[in-house]
């Protein structure tokens, strides 16, 4: 089974930076695509930013490019977001997510690359 853990979420001003970790156990090794998405309440889920765990391509949402990082560290199978610049529209419950093990599958933020998402991490900007 896949097992996903974010951490990093919290409270910050406009203008702010946060960065969320998403630790991945289980058979995710063969998995080709980790993302991140996020929720704010009473919104559909978000694709906000995903990676390609084959070279390490970045794909983004048009309302992060340029402020937000995704990164993988492979040896410890941790998806990482670096958020910058963060404004109050960037407030959401943040949740990491991996695509299907032993399933080739195209990586993007379109959540039918995912198979498994993770519990969350709550970010909150105020301005």
């Known amino acids: 089974q896949v097992q996903l853990k974010e951490s990093g979420g919290g409270s910050v001003q406009a203008g702010g930076s946060l960065r969320l970790s998403c630790a991945a156990s289980?058979?995710?090794?063969?998995?080709?695509?980790m993302g991140w998405f996020r929720q704010a309440p009473g919104k559909e889920r978000e694709g906000v930013a995903a990676?390609?765990?084959?070279?390490?391509?970045?794909f983004y949402a048009d309302s992060v490019k340029g402020r937000f990082t995704i990164s993988l560290d492979a040896t410890e199978n941790t998806v990482y977001l670096e958020m910058n610049n963060l404004k109050p529209e960037d407030t959401a419950m943040y949740s990491c997510a991996v695509s299907q093990p032993y399933f080739p599958t195209r990586c993007g933020t379109g959540s039918e690359h995912f198979a498994y998402w993770g519990q969350g991490t709550q970010v909150t900007v105020s301005s």
């Open positions: 990676i390609y765990t084959g070279n390490s391509s970045p």
């Open positions: 289980g058979d995710t090794y063969s998995s080709n695509c």
